[in-house]
């Protein structure tokens, strides 16, 4: 099974999601390894639960974003992964990051991207009377957000959301698509071609809406 490490900053709710779509025999993969930048969030505890290593390489024991990122790397490579997923993973990436795992390095966002790139995208969609709203997982490229589009999943905006209503509604999203997205790759569907998305050989100028 194509093995995949998981690094993560906070709660792990998209973490969850893959374990049990890995439980339900549903991914394709295995995850070997989860990487926390944090120390004692419930992403590693979760981990734990389901019996997978899990490392903390503290962001903060370094005192510069190459150096973290090296060690990071280091870390990671120790558990040969094949797809390295970020799954709420609140740091910005070198470049040297970016392209030592190129092709096999995904993120999600909770946006429906290029709408809404960088950090409270939910305050943003409300301030700007946005009717609809999601979450959309991406290959990693070095520019934050941008890289190439693989699925989206849709939210309406309700008139009386708020941030948190509307993290929840976009949160259910996430935890649909994240699983599909990681399930393609491990299938070896999902392919980053010159650059561009490939699921089945086809290019995808648009991400999968699902
Ligand atoms: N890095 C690159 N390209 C990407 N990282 C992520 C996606 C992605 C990436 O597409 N090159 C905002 C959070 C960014 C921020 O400024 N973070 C701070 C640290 C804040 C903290 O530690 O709490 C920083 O200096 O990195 C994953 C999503 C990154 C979100």
Sequence with gaps: LPRIVVL???????????IDAEAAGTLEGTIAGVISN?????????AESAGIPAQVIPHRDHDSRESFDQALMAAI?????????????MRILTDAFVQHYQGRLLNIHPSLL?????LHTHRKVLEAGETEHGATVHFVTEELDGGPRIIQGRVRVHPDDDEDSLA?????????????AVRWFCQGRLRLVQGR???????LDEPVDI
Aim: no cysteine; proline share 9%; hydrophobic share 35%.
């Design 8 to 18: 993560i900053s906070g709660g792990g709710t998209n973490l969850q999601a893959l």
């Design 38 to 46: 944090r120390t004692g969030v419930k992403g590693l505890d979760r």
């Design 77 to 89: 490579d120790g558990f040969r992964p094949d797809l390295v997923v970020l799954a709420g993973f």
């Design 114 to 118: 290029p709408a809404w790139p960088g």
């Design 168 to 180: 929840g509604r976009v949160g259910v999203q996430e935890r649909r698509i994240y699983p599909e």
């Design 197 to 203: 998305a490939q699921l089945d050989g086809t290019p």
